[in-house]
C-alpha cells in the first residue's frame, strides 16, 4: 500500500475516447468540410489525430502514479510536465466513487476526490479495482482525523451530534482521547427514492426547457435541410394539410418540446435511478445512476448549507428537491450543489432533517400560525415565537442566550415594493420601444402576470434565527428554502437604496462558501429593526 | 457610521486616480470627431459629447472624491470586520474574524506617492477591502487581524 502503483491499463483506452468526446465538434467539422472536398487528406489527418490520441493515452497512463499512505495520497502526473499533487486527509471535502460503461465492464471504478478552492485542486483515480477505491476512501475518510475525535467516548447519538457544524467551533480546544475505533458499517438510517418517485421527478424535471433551446439551435442550424423539396416530401405524405408553411412550423415546434421532453426524462432517469443516502457515522453516502453508478461519500462537517427548490411544476403538488452545497470544487460542472432528496413532499422535510441532520433547526420554517400572528405584530421586530404562543409586542426581550428561534417576514411597508419590482423588468424596455414600436403598448398586459409574481414573493419571504442556524425563504421564480449554519456564514451584509431611506427598509446578503465561489444569499426589503436584530445575533 | 474612517489622503489620491481614468469618457468625443474629418457626421455631434463628457469629467473630479471619502467607515474589533460605503447604495458588510484566511496590503504608484495602502482579507470564498489607509496603519491592521485570526482558527 505505500509504494506508487499505476492505474488499471484500460485508462488509456477510456483516455482516448475522453480525447475524442472533447474533440467531437472538431472531428464532425472535419467531416463536414471533409465531405465537400474529395481528397483522401483528411482521413489522414484524423487517423494520425487517433494514433496520436492513444499514444497520449497510453503514455498518460504510464506517467500517472499514485502512492497512498498514512494519511494521505500523493500523485504523480503530466506527460511533459510532471504534476504532483499531495492531498491530506484533513483537507477533503467530498470523495466521489463512480462506475461509467467501460469501467464496469472490466470491473473497476472512478474515484475522484475534491478539496476545497479554485484551481486543479482535484484528483480523478479513473480505473481502481473497487477494494482500493474504497480503501482510499477509507484512508481518506474525515472520522479518524483529529479534530472528530472529541467525543469518540460519547454514546452514539452524541456522536453524530457533534458531526454536526457546531462541533467546529471546539475545533480549536484540542482534546487527546483515545482512536476512535467505530465501525463505519453501522447503516443508522437510509433515504431512497422509490420508482413512482423517479417518474415524478423525470416528468416534472424543468430541463426540457434547456434542451428544447439547445434543439432549437441545432434545428435552426440545419436551415440547409429544411428546403421547400423535404417540406413538401412531408406534406405528401400526410395528406390533411390545408396549408403547408404553418403547418410545418407547427410541426415542427410541437416535435422539438416532445423529443425534449422525453430526452429529459430519460437523462432524469439516468441519473437518478436507484437514489439512496445512508448514514454511516459521520459521513452522509449517496449513490445514484442508472448507467454510471455514482457513489459520494461527505462527511457531515463539510457540509456547508442544506437548500431546497420546489420547481414550478414541483410547487402545485408540494413536492421539491433538497440539495447539500459544499466547498468540494467540481471544475466543469454547471451544478455546483450535491443531490441530497431529489423529490421529497414538504411535508417530509422535518422527519428527513430528523433522520439525517438531528440538530438542524428550522426544518419546518415559519408555521403558517406564527406567520398569522407575525403578520397581526403591530411592529416589523424580528418576533420571537414558540410553538404556539405568541408575545404582546412589548415582551420581545432582545435576544439572550436561550435557544429560542426568531422568525421576521417582509413587512408590509414592503408590500407595494414587492408588487412593483418585477415590473421594471417589462416597464423600461417598453418604454424605451415605445417610441418606434407603437404596439409595445399592449406589453402592459404583462404587468398582470408580473405583479401575480411579486404578490407571491413577497408572500414566499421569510427569514428566521436560531442559536446555531439560519434559514431563509425567498423566490428567484422556482420558491427556495436554505439552511445555513451559523458557524458556515462566511459575511453578512445589508445594503439601502435611497429610496428604501425613506420606508427604512433594507436588503439583505448571506455569503457561504460553494465549490470555489461564493454563494450570496439575497432576500429583500426587511425591516431596520429585523435587520438590528439579525447583525446582532451574527456578532453573538 | 462606524468608528473608523480611511484616511483624508484618500480624496486627492481618489481625484488623481479619477482625473486619469476619466480621461475615457472623452474617447467617443474623439471617435466623433475622428467621424466628422471622414465627413461622416457634422461637427456639431462630435462637439456636443464633448460638453458632456467635460461636465461628466469635472463633476466626477471635483465632486466624487469628497463624497465617497465621507461614506466610507469601517470598524475592526474580535467579532469581526465591519464596512459601510456607498453613496446611492449604502451597503454595511461584516466579515466574522474566524472565517478569515488570509490578509494582504497592496499599493499602487499613487497611493504609494500619498502614503496610503490597500487592505484586503479574503475568506473561504470571496474577498473584501478597505481602500486607502495609511501605511502603517495597515500594517499595524494586517498583524492584528492576523494575530486573531491565529487565535480563532477554524476549518473550513
Do not use: C
Amino acid at each position: 500500500m505505500f509504494e506508487f502503483q499505476r492505474l488499471h491499463w484500460v485508462v488509456s483506452i477510456t483516455g482516448v475516447l475522453q480525447v475524442i468526446k472533447q474533440n467531437v465538434l472538431t472531428l464532425v467539422f472535419l467531416f463536414i468540410v471533409g465531405s465537400r472536398n474529395e481528397s483522401s487528406y483528411l482521413i489522414w489527418f484524423v487517423g494520425v489525430g487517433l494514433i496520436s490520441a492513444f499514444g497520449l493515452g497510453i503514455m498518460g497512463w504510464f506517467r500517472f502514479k499514485y502512492q497512498l499512505l498514512e494519511d494521505e495520497i500523493h500523485i504523480h502526473k503530466g506527460i511533459f510536465v510532471q504534476k504532483k499533487l499531495y492531498i491530506h486527509k484533513n483537507r477533503v471535502q467530498v470523495t466521489e466513487i463512480s462506475a461509467g460503461i467501460i469501467q464496469r465492464i472490466f470491473g473497476l471504478v472512478s474515484l475522484t476526490i475534491q478539496t476545497a478552492g479554485g484551481g486543479s485542486e482535484r484528483a480523478v483515480l479513473s480505473a481502481l479495482d473497487a477494494e482500493t477505491a474504497r480503501t482510499i476512501v477509507d484512508v481518506l475518510n474525515p472520522k479518524n482525523a483529529e479534530e472528530s475525535d472529541i467525543n469518540s467516548e460519547l454514546s452514539q447519538e452524541e456522536q453524530q451530534k457533534s458531526a454536526l457544524p457546531d462541533q467546529g467551533e471546539h475545533s480549536h480546544t484540542k482534546l487527546t482521547s483515545p482512536l476512535n475505533h467505530e465501525p463505519h458499517t453501522n447503516h443508522n438510517s437510509e433515504w431512497t427514492l422509490s420508482n413512482k418517485r423517479l417518474l415524478y421527478l423525470a416528468l416534472t424535471s424543468g430541463e426540457f426547457g434547456i434542451i428544447a433551446t439547445i434543439l432549437g439551435t441545432i434545428l435552426g442550424q440545419l436551415s440547409d435541410f429544411i428546403t421547400d423539396e423535404n417540406i413538401q416530401w412531408i406534406v405528401d405524405r400526410i395528406p390533411v394539410i390545408q396549408q403547408p408553411g404553418l403547418f410545418f412550423v407547427l410541426f415542427s415546434v410541437v416535435s422539438v418540446i416532445m423529443v425534449s421532453y422525453l430526452l429529459s426524462i430519460l437523462s432524469s432517469i439516468v441519473r437518478y435511478y436507484g437514489f439512496t443516502i445512508r448514514k454511516v457515522g459521520k459521513e452522509l453516502h449517496i449513490s445514484r445512476g442508472l448507467l454510471e453508478r455514482i457513489q459520494t461519500t461527505v462527511p457531515y462537517h463539510r457540509i456547508q448549507a442544506i437548500s431546497s427548490t420546489e420547481g414550478l411544476l414541483r410547487q402545485p403538488f408540494g413536492l421539491e428537491s433538497l440539495s447539500i452545497i459544499s466547498a468540494g470544487h467540481q471544475q466543469g460542472q454547471q451544478q455546483r450543489s450535491l443531490m441530497l432528496a431529489p423529490l421529497i413532499y414538504g411535508h417530509e422535510r422535518e422527519a428527513f432533517f430528523q433522520q439525517f441532520f438531528e440538530g438542524w433547526e428550522l426544518a419546518s420554517g415559519v408555521n403558517p400560525q406564527n406567520r398569522q400572528a407575525l403578520k397581526q405584530a403591530p411592529s416589523d421586530f424580528f418576533s420571537r415565537l414558540d410553538e404556539s404562543t405568541v408575545l404582546p409586542q412589548n415582551m420581545f426581550p432582545h435576544i439572550t442566550e436561550s435557544p429560542h428561534q426568531m422568525y421576521a417576514i417582509a413587512p408590509k411597508k414592503a408590500f407595494l415594493r414587492y408588487l412593483r419590482r418585477p415590473n421594471y423588468l417589462w416597464l423600461f424596455p417598453a418604454l424605451v420601444g415605445l417610441y418606434w414600436l407603437p404596439w409595445l403598448v399592449w406589453m402592459t398586459l404583462l404587468s398582470i402576470p408580473a405583479t401575480l409574481y411579486g404578490w407571491t414573493a413577497y408572500k414566499d419571504t421569510e427569514l428566521g434565527v436560531s442559536s446555531e442556524h439560519l434559514y431563509i425563504r425567498y423566490r428567484a421564480l422556482a420558491r427556495k428554502h436554505i439552511w445555513i449554519p451559523k458557524v458556515r456564514l462566511q459575511s453578512i451584509g445589508n445594503s439601502q437604496h435611497i429610496f428604501q431611506k425613506g420606508k427604512k427598509l433594507y436588503h439583505v446578503r448571506f455569503g457561504v462558501v460553494s465549490g470555489s465561489h461564493e454563494l450570496s444569499v439575497r432576500v429583500k426589503d426587511f425591516s431596520s429593526d429585523a435587520i438590528h436584530e439579525l447583525m446582532k445575533w451574527f456578532r453573538k | 457610521m462606524l468608528e473608523e474612517r480611511i484616511h483624508p489622503n484618500a480624496i486627492p489620491a481618489w481625484r488623481l486616480q479619477f482625473a486619469l481614468s476619466g480621461l475615457f469618457l472623452f474617447i467617443p468625443a474623439a471617435f466623433l470627431y475622428f467621424l466628422h474629418t471622414k465627413e461622416v457626421v457634422a461637427l456639431e455631434w462630435a462637439i456636443g459629447t464633448a460638453i458632456i463628457a467635460i461636465i461628466i469629467y469635472a463633476l466626477i473630479v471635483t465632486f466624487l472624491p469628497q463624497l465617497r471619502w465621507s461614506r466610507w467607515s469601517y470598524q475592526v474589533d474580535d467579532k469581526g470586520i465591519q464596512m459601510r460605503r456607498g453613496i446611492i447604495w449604502v451597503q454595511h458588510t461584516e466579515v466574522p474574524i474566524n472565517r478569515i484566511q488570509h490578509v494582504d496590503t497592496r499599493q499602487g504608484p499613487i497611493y504609494r506617492s500619498y502614503g496610503l495602502s490597500v487592505i484586503r482579507f479574503s475568506n473561504a470564498a470571496t474577498s473584501h477591502e478597505i481602500p486607502a489607509l495609511e501605511e502603517d496603519l495597515s500594517q499595524k491592521l494586517k498583524d492584528k487581524i492576523t494575530d486573531m485570526v491565529r487565535l480563532v482558527k477554524e476549518d473550513v
